[in-house]
């Protein structure tokens, strides 16, 4: 609930929730700083008294409406120990932090025996990132471990019967004050409950608007405000399911540095066998850092991950059988003294029905409608684009096609001139042939007539030596006359 006050500085009225008093605050106006001044019960009429605090805490932690009804006796030891007012399933930074550190503390304080081991060496001798990483980690385990507590007492509260038939089939004007006076009478707090807010807001609204279809589509608002608290109350989990890895990863950059930086400084003197020695453990040293830092790293991102999500899916499964009672028990029995009940909204009247979604989809449409237009826009982009794409494409190909056509009938003339010139070349061939081939055979004609004179002579040579037989030939030089003289030697 909201209520007014007015600034101390400036007078500008104010408004802020009834959680907020008691808690210090800037006015927009004068930008002064003031404190936040306790609810007026006038804000609230006598009609809806039985309403007042539904789901809203007071600077106590304990909302008026339970004030009221809580029994002195266990209450103070149930907020102190933490049992949550707010209808929501989230946990306190500060406390959680709190318990995280403690934990952590805890932890590297198990460690500590087994220094001299690896499972201490990889928590306390990699330097500073696996601390980061231990204090991150029970952190998160502490948010699991107190969001477990109030899903818990979620749960708890979904077995009251907050509306028995006992009381009436109907819920009307007239039955109105007695569920209200049994739900009080429970020994639970709307804050603790998204069933019993629920349930409360929605018999508030009847109460007020005394109308079926307007409750319908309040209790799907307060649905959708519900399951984005869920959500959201699982931010600081995501960012250390996100930082988590980041810091191996950071710490791995950190090793392989220090682990390169001393060796290379340790290069320049080279001739030392010791120093070589003693940069060779450095670099050991800093790859253990880079890759231990990394492995914690990661299977500690996993060892969150996996609870964080069953835990959620179990918030979100209990949204969902809010949602279910709300439907089943709830909106089938009011009655605002129309034809029809409950069954306006349960089924029995498809007109009710449409006018409640319509009412419950009324925020989204202006959403749908700029959606829709950024969707137009976008697809008349793209549209264009394509045509014009497709236009460059068509122009390409076109062009291509042409140059392809012109190279096919080069290729073609280039063939026929070629196929041509093969022509010619054969033809020429073979007369070159014939022509060889005559000359060959006149040669050897005319090597065999050569032949055969050749061999008359020389048979002709023989018969000639062998009539000369034993008989000298004598060549004498005239003396008169130049030249050769051939005779024969009559004396023998």
Not at 25 to 49: G, M, Q
Request: proline fraction near 4%; charge should be negative.
């Amino acid at each position: 609930m909201y209520f007014t006050f007015p600034c101390g500085h400036c007078g500008k009225k104010l408004k802020v929730r009834e959680d907020a008093a008691g808690r210090k605050a800037a006015c927009p106006y004068c930008k002064t700083s003031l404190v936040v001044p306790s609810p007026p019960e006038s804000e609230v009429p006598d009609d809806l008294e039985a309403f007042k605090g539904i789901g809203e805490p007071s600077a106590t932690g304990v909302s008026p409406a339970t004030a009221r009804r809580r029994p002195k006796d266990g209450g103070a030891e149930r907020a102190a120990a933490g049992g949550g007012w707010s209808e929501r399933t989230d946990v306190s930074m500060l406390t959680s932090g709190l318990y995280g550190l403690a934990c952590a503390a805890g932890f590297c304080l198990l460690m500590l025996p087994f220094i001299h081991f690896y499972i201490g060496e990889l928590f306390l001798d990699r330097g500073w990132v696996p601390f980061v990483l231990i204090f991150f980690f029970w952190w998160s385990m502490a948010i699991l471990y107190l969001k477990s507590r109030k899903l818990k007492r979620q749960k708890a509260s979904m077995l009251f019967d907050l509306l028995p038939g006992e009381i009436s089939d109907d819920i009307n004007e007239q039955s109105l004050g007695k569920f209200v006076e049994h739900i009080h009478g429970l020994p639970v707090e709307a804050g603790e409950s998204f069933l019993l807010n629920r349930v409360m807001r929605g018999l508030e609204h009847f109460k007020v608007r005394k109308s079926n279809p307007e409750v319908a589509a309040m209790l799907a608002s307060q649905s959708e405000i519900d399951a984005n608290a869920v959500q959201s109350s699982y931010t600081l989990l995501n960012v250390f399911i996100w930082a988590i890895p980041i810091l191996g990863f950071i710490g791995t950059v950190i090793g392989i540095s220090a682990a390169v930086g001393g060796f290379s400084g340790s290069l320049e003197e080279a001739q030392d066998i010791a120093v070589l020695k003693d940069s060779l453990n450095g670099v050991t040293g800093g790859l253990a850092t880079a890759f231990d830092t990394t492995l914690v790293a990661l299977v500690m991102s996993m060892l969150v991950m996996f609870p964080s999500s069953s835990m959620q899916k179990a918030e979100e499964d209990l949204l969902n059988s809010v949602d279910e009672y709300c439907n089943e028990s709830l909106l089938k029995r009011l009655n605002d003294g129309q034809e029809g009940g409950g069954d306006r909204v349960a089924g029995g009247d498809p007109q009710a029905i449409r006018r409640a979604v319509d009412a419950a989809m009324v925020p989204h449409h202006a959403e749908l409608e700029a959606w829709n237009e950024k969707l137009k826009s976008i697809g008349g982009t793209l549209s264009s684009e394509v045509v014009r794409g497709w236009g460059a494409i068509n122009k390409e190909m076109q062009r291509q096609q042409k140059e392809n056509v012109e190279q096919v009938r080069d290729v073609d003339g280039m063939a026929a001139a070629f196929q041509r010139t093969l022509k010619t070349l054969a033809d020429e061939t073979e007369r070159a042939q014939k022509d060889t081939a005559g000359t060959i055979t006149g040669s050897a004609a005319s090597l065999e007539a050569s032949c055969a004179a050749l061999e008359r002579g020389l048979a002709g040579l023989n018969d000639v030596l062998e009539k000369l037989g034993e008989k000298q030939v004598v060549v004498q030089a005239p003396a008169r006359r130049r030249g050769w003289f051939f005779g024969r030697n009559s004396g023998g």
